[in-house]
């Protein structure tokens, strides 16, 4: 039975190109290979999200420019749904441009970040969260992000962060969070490394916390347990979203798998993921290639 996703955070709309490097200073290069998509850490993971047979509700600031049209039209194609923000915005929305390295599949990023809106949580109605199964904020929309994770916390819906690194506002959300699934980059104030962050997320009294950290072993607590979960290794082609892909497979196993068990099927998925380039080449793949799902 499909389950229902709302994603809080950035929506961008994303240009990638595959070359043989990023270029030095007043370099000009030319790229093999490009894609373009609706992109961000929690628009990607709704993606994923109603990819693995769910229903995702993206909430962001889209607005009314032509690239929001792009946008609005890449996720219908995904199936994901839009509750925008400020929906009047005639600004367009932030334009990432990403130079993935032939080679190494590492990436490097441009992009604004994302437009702050003066939401307030007398707008969300209790329709935006009737019948969902589970929240991820990205920090990209704190203000609504804290609104929601508030109004699901109290209704025992599952909260999820997507911890890339730390934004102002966190501490403001955390308290309600349920799963805290933050990058090697994550530093929230007075931490200097993983195991820092990992006490600074327990003393607030998180049960699951999981630290990614690319390639090497994910560490994870899981109610006061430690232990580490090995990724699969691939030759990567592409690690653009990677992480995003992972929260939002996560975002499905938690409904019907333990803690460790979502990890390591999310982990298969976005390791799958990064052996095609750009962030949607990767669902294309049926047949043995293509990891259970």
């Known amino acids: 039975m499909a389950k229902r996703g709302l994603f809080v955070g950035m929506v961008t709309w994303d240009l990638i190109y595959l070359t043989d490097g990023p270029p030095s200073s007043n370099q000009k290069i030319a790229a093999s290979d490009y894609a373009m998509a609706a992109g961000g850490p929690a628009t990607n993971a709704a993606v994923t999200f109603s990819y693995l047979k769910n229903q995702s509700t ?16 890449d996720l219908e194609t995904y199936n994901v ?15 990432a441009s990403i130079i993935i390295t032939q080679a190494t599949g590492d990436r490097a ?15 969300l109605t209790a329709d935006l969260i009737s019948n969902i199964d589970v929240v991820l904020i990205d920090g990209h929309q704190m203000v609504a992000g804290r609104a929601i994770a508030s109004l699901a916390k109290a209704r025992n819906i599952p909260v999820v962060i997507d911890g890339g690194s730390w934004k102002p506002g966190f501490e403001t959300v955390l308290p309600f969070v349920d799963y805290a699934l933050c990058s090697a980059n994550f530093y929230p104030p007075g931490c200097g490394n993983a195991e820092e962050a990992i006490t ?12 990614t950290n690319g ?27 990677a992480g995003d892909i992972f ?47």
């Not at 347990?225 to 990724?231: D, F, G, P, R």
């Open 215 to 241: 390639e090497k072993p994910i560490q994870y607590v899981n109610t006061g347990e430690t232990a580490q979960l090995v990724v699969p290794q691939i030759n990567a082609v592409d690690t653009v979203a």
């Open 247 to 293: 929260h939002g497979a996560f975002c499905h196993y938690i409904l019907w798998q333990s803690f460790p068990h979502a990890l390591a099927s999310a982990a298969k998925i976005a390791s799958h993921s990064c052996q095609f380039f750009g962030t949607r080449r990767w669902m294309e793949v049926e047949g043995e290639e293509s990891p259970e799902i």
């Open 200 to 211: 600074y997320l327990q003393a607030i009294g998180i049960p699951h916390i999981a630290i």
């Open 81 to 95: 749904a839009i509750a925008d923000l400020n929906s009047t915005q005639s600004q367009p929305p932030p334009l």
């Open 109 to 123: 990023v441009v992009s604004l970040p994302a437009p702050k809106t003066d939401f307030s949580s007398d707008r």
């Open 58 to 73: 993206i909430v962001g600031v889209l607005g009314n420019h032509p690239l929001s049209h792009l946008i609005k039209a």
